[in-house]
């Protein structure tokens, strides 16, 4: 269904931010994965197509980013100040659509977990998103210094859980009729935490033994 390269995109993007020299390039490459994982989910809701839209808008904006830097452009030129601007927005918006995408079709195949953590993460993107405003509009040195901690806190967060949802995806909506659930990542932190988050889950839905 796609959710396998999302994975991979989403992976590339969101955690290859965390490298500022890079950054550019990683969401280039990042977001041009998530596209082509998009191209069969546009049909499943109206909300994966919107997403595509936002990727493709933050794909340009990310070459355009890139090509400025590399000739040179200075951060205070037009250009460069409006394709900074849709490549920092977008990225976050694109992150929001994602989660909201994969709310609906975890509601229509009833799978509470991706429901959930869905939810979760589009919280937390959303109170991240408000950091970054509150950060821009105030200038007070120290304050700046705290926020963009927290900031960069929840960035860490919603990364990690934005991948366990989308692998949840790919395990639970596009394996759904498979009885051997057991897939892993590889990446030991990711599948650790994935695990810890079943267990609630596995919990709730165990049925009752007999007193």
């Not at 020299?21 to 082509?36: C, R």
């Not at 990225?91 to 195949?109: C, D, G, Q, R, Y």
């Not at 900031?151 to 995806?169: D, E, H, K, R």
């Amino acid at each position: 269904m796609g959710f396998g390269l999302m994975f991979i995109g989403y992976f590339v993007a969101y955690l290859g931010a965390f490298i500022s020299e890079i950054s550019v390039f990683t969401y280039i490459l990042g977001v041009g994965i998530i596209i082509l994982s998009l191209r069969k989910l546009i049909f499943e809701n109206k909300l994966f197509l919107v997403s595509s839209i936002i990727a493709i808008l933050l794909e340009i904006s990310s070459i355009a980013v890139a090509i400025m830097g590399f000739m040179g452009t200075s951060q205070s030129h037009i250009a460069y100040l409006i394709f900074g601007q849709a490549y920092q927005w977008g990225a976050h918006l694109l992150n929001i659509m994602l989660m909201l995408s994969i709310f609906v079709i975890a509601k229509e195949v009833d799978v509470l977990k991706i429901k959930v953590m869905s939810l979760i993460n589009t919280g937390f993107i959303g109170i991240c998103v408000g950091f970054l405003i509150a950060y821009l509009a105030i200038s007070d040195q120290f304050a700046k210094e705290r926020i963009m901690f927290v900031i960069m806190l929840l960035q860490v967060i919603f990364a990690i859980l934005g991948l366990l949802t989308v692998f949840n995806c790919y395990m639970k909506i596009c394996y759904e009729d498979d009885k051997n659930m057991e897939k892993e990542t590889g990446n030991p932190v990711i599948d650790f935490l994935n695990r810890q988050l079943d267990n609630p889950f596995n919990r709730k839905n165990k049925p009752k033994g007999k007193k």
